[in-house]
């Protein structure tokens, strides 16, 4: 498949925990297809699984327990065509399981808490887009997929959304900098 590729386009999606982007990726993958659309999840990237969070207080959106040098390498790899061997944060166990050949495609997605954090993976992308969700609807939808499909109980998920509150307000003030920067470099282009 490597050779038969100009380029490969690599868009972000972003959002909070819950908002749907793995549900509308996944209606993308359907319309398009898997030999034109790869989705990279970047819950694949957690440096430190459950239990270390757990023990450190450190959270999911917290950029220290995401691994941003191998998120970086990796898609840029994949970007000029390369194979890689992507790691893989298992949510029924919340363990971090040994990694998956991932090839490239016309077009990688990756969609996550934090494809637009770092300087060096947001240069690679071409397009992204940001879900904005009410609080109260990603909060919902959250709640019964981490108990249907992520085996936590209902006062976890509350504790979890809780102790992301400042993180979430750390990083909305972090992109609505840099989407200015975005702004304003664009304008002076
Ligand atoms: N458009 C929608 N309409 C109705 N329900 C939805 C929609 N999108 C998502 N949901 C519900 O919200 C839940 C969470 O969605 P999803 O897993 O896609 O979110 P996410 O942003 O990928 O979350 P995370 O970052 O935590 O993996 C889904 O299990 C689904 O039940
Ligand atoms: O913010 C999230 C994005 O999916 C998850 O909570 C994070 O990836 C940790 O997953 P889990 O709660 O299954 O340990």
Partial sequence: MTSQLDRVVIIGVAGDSGCGKSTFLRRITD???EDFVTVICLDDYHSL?????KETGITALDPRANNFD????????LKSGQVIDKPIYN???GAIDPPEKVEPNHVVVIEGLHPL????????IDFSVYLDISDEVKISWKIQRDMAERGHRYEDVIAA???RRPDFTMRAAYERLTSKQARETAKAL
């Fill in 70 to 77: 191998l998120m970086y390498e990796q898609i840029k790899a």
């Fill in 91 to 93: 949510h029924e166990t």
């Fill in 117 to 124: 954090y770092d300087e060096r993976v947001r240069s690679l």
């Fill in 31 to 33: 319309l398009f297809g």
């Fill in 161 to 163: 959304i809780n102790a």
């Fill in 49 to 53: 699984d459950r239990k270390q969070r």
